[in-house]
């Protein structure tokens, strides 16, 4: 199944709420095996919170290697290649590595109690 981003979220792919509305729409998919491609033509401006949620967070309950056989992403310029790397890297990290999404966590939760 393709999704054309531009049109379900406009040019700029940046909160954590655009992000999970992909997630919503690609998880269930992904998980049944089916394959998905999200299509970025016309979208220009990224923000790894948007990235976090609608990609890295399928890391948590989907395999990299399933994932990577299965999402295909196209038309996607090089600022937010760059970005999806670096979150799909750091996603892979944290969900595979208990003592650091744990550490991750603490210096979270600590930088909001500073807020």
């Known amino acids: 199944m393709k999704h054309e981003?531009?049109?379900?979220?406009?040019?700029?792919?940046?909160?954590?709420?655009?992000?999970?509305?992909?997630?919503a729409l690609v998880h269930s998919e992904l998980q049944a095996d089916r394959p998905v491609e999200l299509d970025f033509a016309g979208v220009e401006i990224f923000a790894s919170p948007f990235f976090n949620f609608a990609i890295?967070?399928?890391?948590?309950?989907?395999?990299?290697?399933?994932?990577?056989?299965l999402l295909k992403v196209s038309n996607l310029n090089p600022v937010g290649k760059q970005i999806l790397k670096l979150v799909i890297e750091n996603s892979k990290?944290?969900?595979?590595?208990p003592d650091f999404r744990s550490r991750l966590d603490q210096v979270i939760s600590e930088q909001a109690n500073t807020l």
């Open 56 to 69: 890295g967070q399928l890391l948590r309950d989907i395999q990299p290697e399933n994932l990577n056989r």
């Open 5 to 23: 981003i531009l049109t379900l979220i406009g040019k700029n792919c940046i909160t954590p709420g655009d992000g999970q509305k992909v997630y």
């Open 93 to 97: 990290r944290y969900y595979s590595d």
